[in-house]
């Protein structure tokens, strides 16, 4: 782990990504069969591999806590470092460094011996026992590797590793078209297993497998008809963008599951899809969105919200809220029995369409459980403006704007999928700073400061504060989880653990020096959690420049009344903001 550490190190050092690279070929190149997937999971930033479901279940503040033992500090030393580095790897790398923390290099972990603590850790219940686990690992670590060591654990490497680097090194390294390798890399969605297939020549071997769900492709937010055109034009496919829960239905015989964006097994919890897409007579994989409707009429998030999770729905629960299977695209069919799947995702969109609409699925309107995303063709921005309209008015979020000849992308937000919800501007941002609320509030973590991130330095940035919109139930739920995941307090101000993910509305985005983004956005509501993102997930500092243009140029009107309303106190999104928030925890106060 050590040799490992140094290599991030190296390549956090260069700003070349030849560099880089070169740094990860000749490491790969060194690797044994053992070390080879460990070394190459943990370049992603993740203790295990994307695809495998579990997570380490150990807090910041567990890890602080094991940290501030080990080294004989108080919290707020620990507290005073993160400030410093905004970064918990660093902060416990300086930590140990100050306490003399040298263990003896012979007992140093090697990268099978991290793994199996981070299996170790995650098997185990409870944070006590948890944290006796991980204190055992860090221990033998010399204060470089521990930074690493936690780095990996918390999923937050930041080392300027762009995603796709370690598919390059890999293809360097053993000779591979990296094409292949990408390929093969977006169907495991485990690098630890392509790496291996790459060394061993066996590539081919990726394929699209009935239940074992592979990632989501994902969309880029656009506000902007007259771009969205001249990215995708000059005829684009538009579909309904469906308020609900995105769902990979994969069947075989008469079984059927589905997975959810973190690809977890939500079957349970939708009992008549399942019935419904067992009789069917073909096997394959389907993307689509589960959506609450009733009586003909889509029925708002929030209604799902009381089927969320993997509960079986109680008798009241499916009549009061069904749900349907809104398909909007098809991966992979293999004819019945025949075990083989053909996967579409190379096919252009209007193929795998094609595709879709012959299964005969059970149609909403026959009385079945499924639909077919509404889908209509525009070739020009009135037409996309009134197929906007048009989508809202049937009750949807409003548009998915997609390229007929994009191959399907797992896990990518490129340019062949765009988003389009206008009137109702969103961004995902990161929670990194909660406080308690006033009044009625009193007692419960309801303001929250998030960030978006910085895509040149990984950093999170400031955007804004907002006092929380989720339900009672909801913040008390968050107030506990914030608790557990503070890592320092300032005050009434909690830094937390940045990684959980709120949708935030907006009526316009505003240059400020306020926040560290550059940005602010006027009248922020937090419209909803999003626990389907993690937060590498969020939204990033370019978008919201991008959303700024969009808009600039939409709603000139808009963003100038609110240049002038914020001109005044009375309108300015963060009037109430205090020092510490405004110091930007994030970056820490003298962090930039
Ligand atoms: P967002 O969650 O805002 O990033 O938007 C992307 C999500 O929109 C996807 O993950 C899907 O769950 C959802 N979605 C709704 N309708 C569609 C559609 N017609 N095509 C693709 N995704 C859709």
């Excluded at 252009?348 to 369409?353: D, F, T």
Aim: with cysteine.
């Amino acid at each position: 782990m050590r040799r490992w550490s140094e290599l991030a190190e190296r390549i956090a050092a260069t700003s070349r990504t030849s560099e880089k690279t070169g740094l990860l070929r000749d490491y790969i190149t060194s690797l044994s069969s053992d070390e080879l997937p460990i070394a190459a999971v943990f370049l992603t930033g993740r203790p295990f591999a994307e695809t495998d479901q579990r997570a380490p279940g150990l807090g910041w503040a567990a890890i602080a806590a094991t940290v501030t033992t080990l080294a004989g500090v108080s919290r707020s030393t620990l507290g005073e470092a993160y400030d410093r580095s905004s970064d918990l790897g660093i902060a416990v790398m300086d930590v140990l460094a100050q306490a003399g923390h040298a263990p003896d290099p012979a007992q140093a972990p090697t990268l099978p011996e991290v793994a199996a603590t981070y299996a170790a850790v995650e098997a185990a219940s409870g944070p006590a026992r948890k944290g006796e686990v991980f204190a055992g690992l860090l221990a033998r670590c010399d204060p470089l590797t521990a930074k690493y060591v936690v780095k990996v654990l918390s999923g937050d490497l930041r080392i300027g590793l762009r995603e796709g680097l370690v598919d390059a090194a890999l293809a360097q390294a053993f000779g591979r078209d990296l094409d292949r390798v990408k390929w093969a890399g977006m169907l495991l969605g485990d690098i630890g297993r392509l790496a291996l297939l790459a060394r061993e020549d066996r590539l081919g071997e990726a394929e699209l497998t009935i239940f074992h769900p592979i990632k989501s492709m994902l969309a880029s937010p656009t506000e902007d008809a007259a771009e969205i055109l001249s990215r995708l034009g000059p005829t684009v496919w538009i579909e309904d963008k469906y308020d609900g829960i995105r769902a990979q239905l994969h069947k075989r015989g008469q079984t059927v599951r589905l997975f959810s964006r973190e690809l977890h097994d939500i079957s349970s919890g939708y009992p008549e899809i399942i019935e419904a897409a067992s009789v069917l007579t073909w096997d394959g994989v389907l993307d689509g969105e589960l959506l609450a409707h009733r009586d003909g009429t889509v029925l708002p998030f929030v209604a799902l919200q009381g089927r969320l999770g993997r509960k079986e729905p109680s008798a009241a629960v499916r009549t009061t809220v069904p749900v349907v299977y809104v398909a909007f695209d098809v991966l992979g069919l293999a004819a019945p029995g025949s075990g083989h799947v053909d996967a579409l995702l190379a096919e252009p969109l209007q193929e795998r369409r094609r595709r879709l609409t012959m299964l005969e699925l059970p149609m909403l309107e026959e009385g079945g459980t499924f639909v077919l995303s509404h889908l209509a063709s525009a070739d020009s921005s009135a037409a996309l403006e009134l197929a906007f309209g048009a989508a809202r008015a049937r009750g949807n979020e409003g548009l998915m704007i997609k390229d007929p000849l994009s191959p399907y992308t797992p896990g990518r937000r490129g340019l062949g999928w765009l988003k389009m919800k206008k009137a109702l501007a969103t961004i995902d941002c990161v929670v990194v700073g909660v406080e308690v609320g006033h009044g009625k509030r009193h007692g419960v973590l309801s303001d929250y400061t998030f960030a978006v991130r910085d895509e040149a330095s990984g950093r999170l940035l400031t955007i804004g504060k907002a006092y929380s919109g989720l339900t009672d139930a909801e913040l008390g739920d968050m107030t506990r989880w914030f608790e557990d995941h503070t890592v320092s307090k300032h005050g009434r101000y909690h830094l937390v653990e940045p990684t959980v993910v709120v949708e935030v509305a907006f009526d316009a985005i505003l240059r400020s020096n306020r926040h560290k983004s550059g940005f602010t956005l006027r009248f922020p509501r937090i419209a909803r959690l999003r626990p389907d993102k993690k937060a590498d997930q969020a939204d990033t500092v370019g978008v919201v420049r991008r959303l700024y243009g969009d808009l600039q140029a939409g709603t000139e009107h808009l963003v100038t009344a609110a240049a002038r309303d914020t001109a005044g106190a009375d309108a300015d999104p963060d009037a109430d903001a205090d020092p510490v928030a405004d110091a930007d925890p994030v970056a820490g106060p003298g962090g930039g």
